[in-house]
Structure formats: C-alpha cells, structure tokens
C-alpha cells in the first residue's frame, strides 16, 4: 500500500538541516545538481514508512553501501552517517503530513565508548576488516564506539517511544 505524502519537513538527515517541501503530490519529480539531497530526501521519506522498526532505519543506512565485504564499512558507521556530521548533535528529525494525518519522527542520542570482548568484536566485523585487525588484538577488552538513544514518534496523535543501542 502506498504512503501518499502531502508536505515534509526535514530538521535534520544527512547533509539536511531545515528542509520544507510542500504540496507533493502521487507523482513528484527530484532535481538537483550531484550530492545536494535527492537520495536523502528519498531515505527520509523512507524512514516515515516504519518510524519505529529498527530494522527499517538500518536497511536505509545500507541502502548506499554497495561494496560492503570490500570496502568493511560496518552497520555502525552506516548508521551513524545517518546523522548531520557538520554538528555535534546527534539527531534526526522530521515531520510529515500523510494521508491527512501528522506523522513527527526523531531520533536522538548520543556517541559513547564502551569495552567489549575481542571475540565479540570480531564477530561483528566484515572479512576484510577482521583478517586486517585480528593480529593486533592482545588485551581482554577493547574500546569501540557506540551509539544511545531513542526513536520517538507520533502518528496522528498516538505516541511512541523505542529505546535504541548500536555498536
């Protein structure tokens, strides 16, 4: 079933900060110069479609990685492109109106450091990232980034709330 959005907000995603597109329509055309937002405003309107799936958010992070097993870019680091990287901030927001309704979507939290265990890292990482770091692991824990937050959304009035944890 389509999502037919009438207008969209975006506070911030990617390289957007304060975005308005008003009345869209079934059929919309995107024009724009190399890297000036087509593809994110297309990932945002995305995002509305599950706000709360987790699932959904990560799949849209791996949308733009086409040689993942080559390039060892890790769900982390999709994940955290998600977010303006010109602000401290860790935020992304939006509001829509489909299908008549307000739908308001965020996503905040913050960057951390967290130890975990070497084999658990590893399990984690692609081929190619793990055969280049696992001959330099000799400590019982190892300091990696990790991301703390909260998906929080409101659809024509109903609330919710999914606490989110990434490394």
């Known amino acids: 079933m389509a999502i037919h959005i009438e207008s969209m907000e975006i506070g911030h995603f990617r ?4 975005l308005s597109i008003d009345k869209l329509n079934h ?3 995107i024009a724009g110069d ?3 937002g087509k593809t994110s405003v297309l990932e945002a309107m995305l995002l509305l479609r599950n706000p709360n799936d987790f699932t959904n958010i990560l799949r849209i992070a ?3 990685d086409t040689n993942i097993f080559l390039s060892g870019t890790s769900v982390y680091e999709s ?3 998600l977010f303006p990287q010109d602000t401290p901030k860790m935020e992304v927001t939006m509001h829509a109106i489909c299908k008549g309704k307000s739908v308001t979507y965020s ?4 960057q951390k450091k967290i130890m975990m265990d070497p084999e658990d890292v590893l399990k984690k990482l692609y081929p190619a990232k793990r055969n280049r770091i696992m001959h330099n692991i000799d400590t019982e824990l190892i300091e990696v980034d990790a ?5 929080i959304s409101e659809i024509a009035g109903h609330r919710d709330k999914v606490n989110v944890e990434i490394d």
Do not use: A, V
């Not at 996503?107 to 913050?110: D, I, K, P, S, Y």
């Not at 991301?147 to 998906?151: A, K, Y």
């Open 27 to 29: 059929i919309n055309i």
């Open 107 to 110: 996503l905040l939290g913050e």
């Open 147 to 151: 991301f703390s937050g909260e998906i």
């Open 79 to 81: 994940f955290i492109n």
């Open 34 to 36: 190399n890297n000036s």
């Open 62 to 64: 791996r949308m733009r």
């Open 15 to 18: 390289g957007i900060h304060n």
